[in-house]
């Protein structure tokens, strides 16, 4: 479980080694020794300062993917920092409880950064959280899970191309064959899809189902009992698991139903739930916040439409750095028609605002429960037409960029550049 750390801890990009579980694996990049990074928690209202420095041998960024910051503080390619600099990413935390995480962006290198090993969570806590009945402390486990590739030399190594790149191996927080000893009470796992390419079918192998109750923009509205998410890289759930009835020893898997992975395994103490554990969650059904967006129900000024064209475009343009595709003024609410003419999954992210999403046409023609609240990356699959919902209203005017998060197609040209006006 990677560390807890404040909002004003430095974070240091280097390489390194890292055991993955089962020995030492040479050429990962890992931020303050580690694969993933800290896990940030700060609270709504809270002054982020993190000292960020370089120590790689090329240009790197820190993305906050689904904080809303300003321009210069978004990690975009073009503030870049050169090997051996820095840059003191300061923000104010302005958007509801939730998690987000940081990553590389630089220019054309994102996606190989991601897969040495660079990532981390953050995580924002607020009144209207403190006011469920959730586990915490020890029974609070951030999992980020992707997966890596090691050589035959055992090494990190990575082979992505436009197409995508599949590891072979799977890794919870940095740890193949994950295993936690879990306590006969609730647990509440914040889960972070932090892979390039592959997406993940979660399951648990005896059959229950996870209490969703949040997703990349915070808490769902209400509490609902899923048995199957499919989710793709940059996605983040917030789910409840109820290892209460698991006697001493007895074992139950998260698992992948893509690739049948066993992502962890869970295997019961036989102990009753310490300091953290609730008496109570919230049901499925119960209400759970109602903060979520206010402008679902207003129609929109403008509506786009982007197509994710092959493995490298929107609408027909390679991402140019200096381009800037269009302006959007702030405080209107647009609707964003993606679809895609093949080459899906594309998981499409915006920065600079969370989006609701409005409907799915073609394909699975269906909205998710995890899809409901707010979101700032939506899977399309082949032959799918999604439609979101957004308003630029934090104040911040400037750059942000819109991409796919198939790392692999986002390097090789499938994002562009707009402006908040
Ligand atoms: Cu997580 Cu622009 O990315
Ligand atoms: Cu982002
Ligand atoms: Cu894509």
Known sequence: IPPSVTPDTALTAASGQVDLGGGTVGKALVYN??????????????????PFTNN???ETTVHWHGLIVPTAEDGQPHEAIAPNGTHTYAFTVKQRAGMSWYHPHPHLATASQVAYGLAGGFIIRDSVE??????SEAYEVPLVIRDANVDKAGNLSYNGKASGFTGNIALVNGTRDAALEVDQTWYRFRILIGSNSRLFNLTLSNGATFRLIGNDGGLLPTAVDVPAMELSPGERVDVLVDCSGLA??????????????????????????????????????????????????????????????????????VYDMALNSFNVPAGDVEDWVFRTNGNAPHPVHVHGASF?????????????????????TVLL?????????????????????????????????MMLNFTVV
């Not at 403190?130 to 586990?135: E, I, M």
């Not at 609701?356 to 700032?376: A, I, T, Y």
């Open 33 to 50: 020794g580690t694969l993933p990074g800290p896990n940030f928690v700060v609270r709504r209202g809270d002054a982020v300062a993190v």
């Open 56 to 58: 790689l041998d090329a």
């Open 130 to 135: 403190d006011a469920l009945s959730v586990p």
């Open 248 to 317: 001493a020893t007895q074992t139950v898997g998260l698992v992948d139903t893509n690739s049948g992975w066993p992502l962890l395994r869970l295997t019961g103490s036989g102990k009753p739930g310490g300091l953290g554990a609730v008496a109570t969650v919230p049901a499925a059904g119960e209400g759970l916040s109602s903060d979520g967006p206010t402008f679902g129900d207003i129609a929109p000024v403008t509506t786009r439409l982007f197509s994710f064209d092959g493995m490298t475009r929107i609408n027909g343009v």
């Open 356 to 376: 609701k999403v409005m409907s799915r046409d073609g394909g699975r023609r269906r909205l998710f429960p995890w899809e409901e609240g707010w979101k700032d």
């Open 381 to 413: 699959h082949d032959r799918e037409t999604v439609t979101v919902r957004l308003r630029f209203d934090s104040g911040y005017k400037g750059r942000y960029l819109l991409h796919c998060h198939k790392l692999e197609h986002e390097d090789a040209g």
